[in-house]
Nanobody, 123 residues
């Protein structure tokens, strides 16, 4: 069974950048479609970005298009989320997730989750 550990979160000023990493251990990483989700304070968990097993066809929520980039390195068993031009509304706990099923923007489609990493953007 794949286990996921996120890192790279922190406190950054608006306009700044962060790169989140999600390292997988166990299982076969290259067979998993991967997603990044976030949960703002007091709100539901929401989709941010996903990437297919091969690394093609990334999909983003509209609010991050042009600012965030998802990528993966199957040899390193790691998926990344490069975040630029950060805004206070990007403040959230960010989670990576994996699924053997088809790529999806739905939380319920993912059965393997990391513990999350906090991203705080100050104005």
């Amino acid at each position: 069974q794949v286990q996921l550990v996120e890192s790279g979160g922190g406190l950054v000023q608006a306009g700044g950048s962060l790169r989140l990493s999600c390292a997988a251990s166990g299982g076969v990483f290259s067979t998993k479609n991967m997603g990044w989700f976030r949960q703002p304070p007091g709100k539901e968990r929401e989709f941010v970005a996903l990437i297919s097993r091969s690394g093609s066809s990334p999909i983003y929520v509209d609010s991050v298009k042009g600012r965030f980039t998802i990528s993966r390195d199957n040899a390193k068993k790691t998926v990344y989320l490069q975040m630029t031009s950060l805004k206070p509304e990007d403040t959230a706990v960010y989670f990576c997730a994996a699924t053997i099923a088809a790529s999806s923007t739905e939380v319920a489609s993912y059965n393997i989750w990391g513990q999350g990493t906090q991203v705080t953007v100050s104005s």
